[in-house]
């Protein structure tokens, strides 16, 4: 007869199935809450994603657009002429609207069938095609300190600092970055 062993094959012992799911549960919900926390830095910090509402932006910006403005690039630098800023409508602070900034304070500017003059000189806008220009005339006057001469891109439909004035500073809350929709109008803001 053969001898046989009585000793028992050594098993590893793999954690209970409860403590490994509940180990898993809190690092998930950990995970979970540092995405959602960093989320809310970025969107309530830096980049806020908005929709465009109207056309006075086309052909830049259309109907619908969804795009990130930085909210936060405006603690660093200046606000530039060609900007398109995200600001409170200075009649009804409840909404905002999207413009280019087209006067900066101490400015000079006027508007001759619908030709800027920023400091006697013609402004070349690029940005507006032939067919959104309109006629539209406004008497000389200079940019008050710490407010921005605001227009949008579709001049004959667009409401802006000719019909409200220039928007103070302390009501521009961002510059558009970014459109991420529709896909294929994904880009940079120009």
């Known amino acids: 007869m ?28 950990r995970d979970l809450l540092v995405s959602v926390l960093v989320s809310v830095v970025i969107i309530t910090c830096l980049y806020q994603p908005v929709r465009v509402e109207g056309t006075s932006m086309q052909p830049e910006l259309r109907n619908s657009d ?9 603690r660093f630098e200046g606000i530039s002429r060609g900007d398109v800023v995200v600001f409170h409508y200075p009649l009804n602070p409840k909404e905002s609207f ?23 000189k013609a402004l070349k806008e690029p940005y507006v ?9 406004m008497a ?3 940019v008050p300190p710490h407010e921005y001469f ?23 809350y961002g510059k558009a970055s970014f459109i991420y929709w529709p896909a294929g109008q994904m880009g940079t803001v120009h």
């Open 2 to 29: 053969s001898e046989e062993s009585t000793q028992q094959p050594e098993l590893e012992t793999a954690p209970a199935p409860q403590k490994q799911s509940r180990s898993e549960m809190r690092q998930w919900t």
């Open 66 to 74: 969804r795009l990130f403005i930085n909210k936060f690039v405006y």
């Open 98 to 120: 999207i413009k280019r900034v087209i006067g900066l304070p101490g400015d000079h500017i006027r508007i001759d069938q619908g030709t800027v003059y920023i400091n006697g």
């Open 129 to 137: 095609p032939r067919r959104y220009r309109d006629h539209r005339s």
């Open 140 to 142: 000389a006057g200079v």
């Open 150 to 172: 605001v227009m949008g891109d579709h001049r004959n439909i667009s409401e802006d600092s000719r019909d409200f004035g220039p928007v103070p500073r302390s009501d521009i």
